[in-house]
């Protein structure tokens, strides 16, 4: 009996893949689609690995037949998506590309033929190239500017699309994107227009979950796709677990790696108190009608998790970080970025559930390789699965514990183009040869369908 409880997975456990527009779609300017902010950049010589772009990428927005075809052959409950808001409002703002919604309208209505539940974000990144020329992030119309987009597509999709997110990865969007500058639009502004920057981010987004709600006309179920630092008790004894704790909801850093920045507005309706007194000289004016608007209720937590920092309790308890513990040479993955720490989205899961007191769901997570297709016409990714299957099982974890994680979105379905690192890294569950555009299920993509085809029984 102690055994089954342990290897199940609650019934209606969401599996998932993810994916995002720009990184798949391609199709950069066809059918009336109006530039974003990433046309604009990598498009610019010396911003990307080898000047590469996704003028074309994965073609996805002429394959998506056959990328449904895959996703229904892995099994795939659900599959998450971003819409590319220039695709659908080529300047932003007004009428509608009607080739554009006709394009997601198909894209739905095949998921759905093939079972698989769209789950849909609003922003991954791409912002209209014209509101960019407007201020973007800086110009408090961009509220409004999203509420309507957010409105537009409720309109249209809201009645088979119950699932949403706002925006995808608030640090990426500010602090990559605007402080330091190695993804679009390339700012590298003051610490002050940053912040302000981020406080219209969660107006956008609280007047984007009103739109949605108002829209819905199946169940809606609502949030926003945060990532930071797992911060992993170096040993699980109480005195490390609550300074891994402790650090993990702090708030002083100045590079918008802090979680509860982004997650206390939205669920409290406050920043947290650190915050406010750390960046007291930089904030823009808050006021409480702000506060009421991004604490719109959001219906679960979604969280990007990928990898994760040792800490352990110092002198009176205080959190410290330890520099080398997993040993030199980073032992625990191929990226500097991309630590392999399956014990990540247990704390991530427990922490955040005990605090924020949502289910939450993994919308992403993942590992990147060189991965190739070998003279036996397969492509061998042992280290995906091995990652995987450790993520998964530390989540398996967090379940039988108690804390609610409702599911998980393997990033990604497909190879696609990694941002600032374009074609250089492959993060799917098939291959993409982008000379060919052919697809070629890897490993990890028959082991997943198992993992699916079981409710995580096989793990
Ligand atoms: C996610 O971001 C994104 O949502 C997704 O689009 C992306 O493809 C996926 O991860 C894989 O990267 O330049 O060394 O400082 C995850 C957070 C933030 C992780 C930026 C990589 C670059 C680290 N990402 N980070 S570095």
Redesign the pocket.
Known sequence: MKTALKTAFPENFVWGAAT?AY?IEGAWDADGKGPSIWDAFTHEPGRIFEDQNADVACDHYHRWREDVALMRELGLGAYRFSLSWSRILPSGAGVANEKGMAFYDALIDALLEAGVTPWVTLY??DLPLALQRKGGFLNRDIVEWFGDYAALVAGRFGDRVGHWMTF??PP?IIG?GHQRG?NAPGLRLAFADCLLGAHHLLLAHGRGVQALRAGARIPARISI?H?SRERIPMEETLEHVEAARRDYFSCRQRNFWDLAWWADPVVFGRYPEEGLKAFAADLPPITDADMALISQPVDFLAY?C?SGWPVRAGAGGAPEDVPGAWGPGNPRGT????SIVPEAPYWAARFQTERYKLPLVFT?N?F?NIDFVHHDGGVHDPQRMDCASGYLRSIRRAINEGHPVQGYFH??LLD?F???DGFS?R?GLVHVDYRTQKRTPKDSFAWYAGVIRTNGASL
């Open positions: 995002s990184q991954h990144w995808n990865e990426v990559f190695q796709a990532t990007n990928y990226r500097p970025w991309l992403e993942g990147n990033w990604s696609n990694e941002w600032s890294e993060f």
